[in-house]
């Protein structure tokens, strides 16, 4: 009977161990969405501060393309306070920074940023809020945190998958150019020949797991309108000109209940989390769903301290002959209506769940 050698086949396996490791560590998703998407903030988002801060500073979780990344600074009255000088972190390519005047009055305040991954080359827009002055401003700051994940389970089935495609490509690999060639040789009944069938088996189990946990991935990210949730925006949201273009057929019949009529009944969240109902416009306008409000309306503190909203088309009649539609998502501040009256403010809605029937 043939021996394996030990002086030949323990650096094969300690090869092999460091490839499985490589590939463990070089396959481990960073980000859940694979965008450059918001890690932490200085001042972080909520905070109540003191005194004015020199700049504010983002860290996101891939490099960012400084010529399209930028950040906003907007004070209750949606006028940019900033001094416009948003720069890349020589030390850190995955932060920016904006300068901003030496002392900014008590008040609230709105970060609005965008950029541009320079690893996929997918774009990202986020807002937060910081309050400056000696008020209490901490029960305003009721924003819900996005999570990572669509799910729970999603972090597993991530796992699962990687792990399949490495039993399913890494194990073939391994046998052929580290185990194999340890392995003396005798034909197929021999101890490579030995060695193979039972290492057969493995890639098949590979990709089955692989297969299993892929589908199993995308029904977690069902959302449940039957689309998928939009990867890179917040909560899965993305701009309206996005959504028509991944469903242009039911973002067209949204769009038709919504413009039959010109008032909407819109929901938002209190700063105690009750819920309030009131009548908005909301145009579709340079490809954004659109809102206008005065800046010291309640709805628009609402949207301040919590940007979940719901908007319902109009219902004019108990039958719905013509269907009624619905959308909900977030409300990122978009300054002032310069074609408003003074006070008058601006939010684009990113949409997450339309809905519409008739």
Known sequence: MTRLRP???????????????????????????????????????????????????????????????VIEVLDSAGNRVDLGDTRRDER??????????????????TVAWRNLSD??????????????????????????????????????LRWAV???AMLLAGVPAVFAFTLAPAVPTSGRVGPRGALRRRMDAVPVVGGVVMLAAGYAQLGVQWDNTGLPVA??????????????????????????VFDAHIHKTMATLRADGSPRVSGTE????????RLGMMERSA????????????????????ELADGDAKVSGRAVPAGPASD??????YFNVDVQRPYSRG
């Open 231 to 256: 990867p890179g925006h917040p909560g899965g949201s993305m701009r309206w000109s996005e959504f028509e273009e991944a469903e242009p057929e039911f973002a067209g019949r949204v769009r038709a």
């Open 92 to 109: 850190e390519p995955r932060a920016m920074a904006v300068s901003l005047p030496s002392e900014l009055a008590d008040g609230v305040y």
């Open 7 to 69: 002086t030949r086949v323990l650096p094969a396996l300690l090869l092999a161990a460091l490839m499985v490791a490589a590939g463990v560590v070089l396959g481990t998703p960073r980000v859940a969405n694979a965008h450059a998407a918001l890690v932490s903030s200085e001042p972080a988002a909520n905070a109540a501060l003191e005194a004015s801060p020199g700049r504010v500073s983002i860290l996101f979780t891939e490099r960012l393309v400084p010529a399209v990344s």
């Open 282 to 289: 909301a145009p579709f306008t340079d490809g954004d769903l």
């Open 162 to 164: 990687l792990a399949g």
């Open 119 to 156: 690893v996929d080359g997918h774009p990202q827009r986020g807002s937060f809020v910081f309050f400056i002055g000696e008020a209490d401003f901490s029960a305003q700051a009721a924003e819900a945190e996005t999570p990572l994940f669509a799910s729970p389970l999603e972090p597993p």
């Open 340 to 345: 408003g009256p003074d006070g008058a403010v």
């Open 299 to 318: 709805k628009a503190r609402d949207l301040l301290h919590d940007s979940r909203l719901a908007i319902h088309s109009a219902t004019v009649d108990a």
